[in-house]
């Protein structure tokens, strides 16, 4: 298993500005997962991070809003860019997962006001 | 593309109480399933994965099963507690990623 260390927890962040996220696992892994969790909703892939290459974007998200960056295979990093009060979600870095069982950090929770 | 959909929404059951969750699929073309706990506001702990080539896997109080062919998989919670209560999250594995259900929020009640 992986133990997975996700922060910050939760923060309130003002409209414009920008959060970066911090992923740590202790163990290496090749895939990076990160999530959105909207309330209510379930949890939806924002992009695939693997270590050395650029992030693989799902349909509807765009580099330009959510970098990642991938440094080597036990950290990974997701900014939020100029926030907005739609970007209030939860948000979940998750490795391994799709052969093997996923693991998934604390989740950070950002309100944008 | 893969939709998983989890019934009942919403559950509240007394104390003691067996009780079980249901997800379905509409791709059977699945390496394997896993459920998912999540207390709110919080991240995803992992309960069971069963590979695609099992029928069933246990864990403590919680049964899980898959059945493929029929795109369904259930979640058997015995006894249970108030500790319990959390929503639960099935997540199906295709070739790339995971498809999430929308989750059942189950109440425990004392």
């Known amino acids: 298993s992986a133990v997975i260390s996700q922060k910050p927890s939760r923060d309130i962040c003002q409209r414009g500005t920008s959060l970066t996220i911090q992923c740590q696992v202790d163990s290496q892994v090749t895939m990076m997962f990160w999530y959105r969790q909207q309330p209510g909703q379930s949890l939806t892939l924002i992009a695939t991070?693997?270590?050395?290459?650029?992030?693989?974007?799902e349909s509807g998200f765009v580099i330009d809003k959510f970098p990642i960056s991938r440094p080597n295979l036990t950290f990974s990093t997701l900014t939020v860019s100029n926030m907005s009060p739609e970007d209030s979600s939860i948000y979940l870095c998750?490795?391994?997962?799709?052969?093997?069982?996923?693991?998934f950090g604390q989740g950070t929770r950002l309100t944008v006001v | 593309k893969q939709e998983v959909t989890q019934i009942p929404a919403a559950l509240s059951v007394p104390e003691g109480e067996n009780l079980v969750l249901n997800c379905s699929f509409t791709?059977?073309?699945?390496?394997?399933l896993q459920w998912f706990r999540q207390d709110p506001g919080k991240g995803l702990t992992s309960l069971l994965l069963?590979?695609?080539?099992?029928r069933e896997q246990t864990s403590g109080r919680l049964n899980a099963s898959l059945d493929k062919s029929s795109g369904r998989s259930t979640l058997y919670i015995a006894a249970s507690q108030p500790g319990d209560s959390a929503t639960y999250l099935c997540a199906v594995a295709g070739a790339n990623n995971l498809f999430f259900g929308t989750g059942t929020r189950l109440t425990v009640i004392p």
């Open positions: 791709d059977s073309a699945i390496y394997n």
């Open positions: 998750s490795v391994e997962g799709v052969i093997t069982e996923a693991f």
């Open positions: 991070a693997n270590q050395g290459s650029e992030a693989t974007y």
């Open positions: 069963i590979q695609s080539s099992q």
